[in-house]
């Protein structure tokens, strides 16, 4: 399957720890976005890259939240000293420059 | 910041019924995206919107974008049960920021 990836699926944490997620996108395309969606709600953006370069970060929650795709393919969302409020699914997507974004499966994170 | 405003939030429509959902969004926009989302799923796509008066279908669904009154709208035609999900629109911002409605969650009922 070459669809979008993302690992792990869920994950599970208390409150002060440190998580990091993986996305794998299309191979061919060359950009890479990261949403968060919690429940009842559309995916709120939070941050993009075009290759390597992260273009548009401003979005992103917190100081607490990074992102980094380091060799413009696979990329990571970290997050530092978790909240409850974190909890929620974080979806990655990719795409060919402006054509539709195709998105994974989502990482369900649970902060205790 | 841009607003994305869908309506209805929630449809219940009998099979084999038309209906229309609306999206609206406060500020201009050069794309228009409309997904769908089934329960416990992640979004699918189903319609790039690129122009004013632009409109696409796809088996029971059309889309179609008027830029100028800044509204999209997904038309259904003669629901099925299978179109039954959660479908959101999204406008695209300069800078390539992307902005998502609050979804329209449609049951279809037989």
């Known amino acids: 399957d070459t669809g979008v990836s993302q690992d792990p699926r869920h994950k599970i944490t208390k409150r002060g720890q440190n998580v990091t997620f993986r996305c794998d996108p299309i191979s061919e395309h060359n950009r890479l976005y990261w949403y968060r969606q919690t429940l009842g709600q559309g995916p709120e953006f939070l941050t993009y890259f075009q290759n390597e370069a992260q273009l548009e970060k401003s979005r992103l929650l917190s100081d607490r939240f990074s992102a980094e795709r380091p060799k413009g393919s696979f990329s990571t969302l970290e997050i530092q000293r978790t909240e409850q409020g974190d909890s929620a699914m974080y979806l990655c997507?990719?795409?060919?420059?402006?054509?539709?974004?195709?998105f994974g499966p989502g990482t369900r994170l649970t902060v205790l | 910041e841009l607003k994305v405003e869908q309506n209805p939030l929630f449809l219940s429509m009998q099979e084999g019924k038309n209906y229309t959902i609306y999206c609206n969004y406060s500020?201009?926009?050069?794309?228009l995206y409309w997904y769908r989302q089934d329960p416990g799923k992640s979004l699918e796509s189903l319609f790039v919107l690129l122009s004013n008066g632009a409109v696409k279908q796809e088996g029971r669904l059309m889309a179609s974008l008027d830029t100028k009154a800044r509204l999209s709208t997904l038309h259904i035609t003669a629901a099925v049960h299978d179109l039954s999900a959660t479908y959101f629109c999204a406008v695209r911002l300069t800078g390539n920021q992307f902005y998502f409605g609050t979804g329209t969650s449609l049951t279809v009922i037989p």
């Open positions: 997507a990719s795409s060919f420059f402006y054509n539709e974004q195709f």
């Open positions: 500020t201009t926009s050069d794309r």
